[in-house]
Structures are given as C-alpha cells and as structure tokens.
C-alpha cells in the first residue's frame, strides 16, 4: 500500500488531482461567522464575499484537534502518511501538525516552505513518489530536499492585502499602492518577499516571464497556474503574454482559482505560476 498525502487547505491543487488528498481546513472569518475552508465556504462564495465586505476577513490556522482527528483514521486503516503543509514562517499550520503527529508512528510532517500552488505541486510531486513506491521516511526526506527547487513568482493588484494580514511589512507594501504599480512577488526562505514593482500589468507580466526565464523551468515535474478572484481575465492575459515560455513544453496549463484563505492575503486579481527550477538559463 503506497504512502498517502495528507494537505493543508492553503496547499492549491489541481483539480485533476484533489481527489487523492486528505484536506485538512483552516478557517476563514467574515465578522463573527467563521468559515471552514473549502467545506462550509466554496471558493466562488468566498470571492463573492471578498468584493462587497467592508471588512477584510481573517483566517485561522488548522489546529492539532483538526489533524489528531484525520491522524485517527489513517490510523484506524493501517495506512502512513505525509502531511504538506504551508510554510511554517506563514501560518502555524505546520506546527499544530507536528503536535498532533506526535502520536501517530504512521505520519511524517513537511513544512512545503513555500505556499498555494508552490506548495500544490510539491504535494503533486509527492503523489508521484508514493506511486513509485517511496516508503514513509524516505519520502518525508526527500520531500525536504526537492522543496528549495520550487518556486513560486505571483502579480498582485496590490499588497495592501497582504500587508493587512500581517504577511508582508508596510514599509513593503507603501510603493505598491500608487500610480497603477502592480507588485510581483516571490517566497524566499519560507517568507515572502516582493521581486520588483511595474507600472501596469503588462509589464507586471514581463517581470513574471523574466523570473522564470531566469530560473529555467523543469518541465519534467509538476507545474501549476493560479488566480484569485471572480474572473481569470488577468491569468489568461499573462498565459497570451507568456506563450514563448511553454509553447513545445507542456500541451495545456493547468489553472486553478486559488483557496479562501490565500484569496484572504492576495486579495482579488492576483496571478501566481509555480514551478520546478532547472537552473538551466543563468
């Protein structure tokens, strides 16, 4: 019996791929009404809600109640599992996992390091190990080692979201709300961090194109394209500006709208690409 994969609700997906995780949610809070990610609120409902609130809503990390309880049935099936989860300098996701995996000899808990859908297809990677037949510990390890090759470049509207949330500092996010700036930023060390500012998204998008062309792309392991938002206009207009960066690689790019909880932090119109590095192009 191959490894199972046990996800955070933070961790995005594709869809193609969602049925062969075990989510544990965290919680979204509009006022005084709470939320739980992706079971009482869908994405699409949570975005409605995003446009018309007067108020920025809040989020709450899953606790060890939450994982001991998913623990108990991997358990109870004689089944192991690993546990991805957001990074730990973001959330404390990845501690409450590591006090309710205390427990249980048949789980082994990653901190991704990374976030979204640059956590996604760490977790996608995962699957791919375990159907190869990794057992538990080496597949924790080797988890721990692919994770510095994933990178995560995203375009927001505007940091004042994330800057609200606590997740970035404001001294940060000051330039970015001003004459059309459109912020492109990055996770570095667990952490994010902003990579450049550009004056429209057109240009916005150049900053994209020109990070992963830097990175090179490994398009032998997982890829992932993702949106927050009602509309995924502002995603299809990059995938058009971008085309020089796929076109003979991948056949179809796998887009996804992203999670309530990183809607909470990104905020509307955000564009995010996450990828394997090659270290190819210098």
């Known amino acids: 019996m191959s490894v199972k994969i046990i996800i955070d609700s ?18 979204v809070s509009f006022g005084e009404t709470d939320y739980i990610d992706g079971v009482t609120i869908d994405k699409q409902t949570f975005y409605e809600k995003l446009v018309t609130s007067k108020e920025l809503p809040k989020t709450s990390q899953a606790t060890p109640d939450a994982f001991i309880k998913v623990f108990k049935e991997f358990k109870d099936r004689g089944e192991e599992a690993v546990v991805i989860t957001v990074s730990s300098r973001l959330s404390g996701t990845y501690q409450s996992a590591c006090i309710a995996a205390e427990d249980f000899p048949n789980i082994r808990v990653v901190d991704s390091m990374n976030v979204s859908i640059a956590s996604g297809i760490l977790a996608e990677y995962a699957l791919r190990c375990a159907a190869e037949g990794m057992g538990l510990d080496e597949l924790a390890e080797h988890l721990t080692k692919k994770r510095d090759e994933v990178a995560l470049v995203a375009m927001v509207d505007t940091l004042e979201y994330l800057r609200k949330g606590g997740r970035i500092s404001g001294a940060a996010a000051l330039a970015g709300g001003v004459l059309n700036i459109k912020p492109v930023v990055t996770t570095r060390d667990g952490e994010l961090a902003v990579l450049g500012k550009a004056r429209g998204s057109k240009k ?7 990070q992963i062309t830097r990175d090179g792309v490994n398009y032998s392991m997982p890829l992932q394209l993702g949106y927050t938002g009602l509309s995924d206009d ?26 309530s909880v990183i809607g909470t932090h990104a905020g509307p119109g955000a564009v995010a690409v996450a990828y394997f590095k090659s270290g190819a192009v210098k």
């Open 234 to 259: 502002m995603l299809q207009q990059y995938i058009e500006d971008s085309q020089a960066l796929w076109k003979g690689h991948v056949d179809t790019l796998d887009c996804v709208q992203l999670s």
């Open 10 to 27: 933070t961790v995005d997906v594709s869809e193609k791929y969602s049925s062969e995780f075990t989510v544990v949610p965290l919680t």
């Open 204 to 210: 916005a998008n150049n900053l994209l194109v020109e």
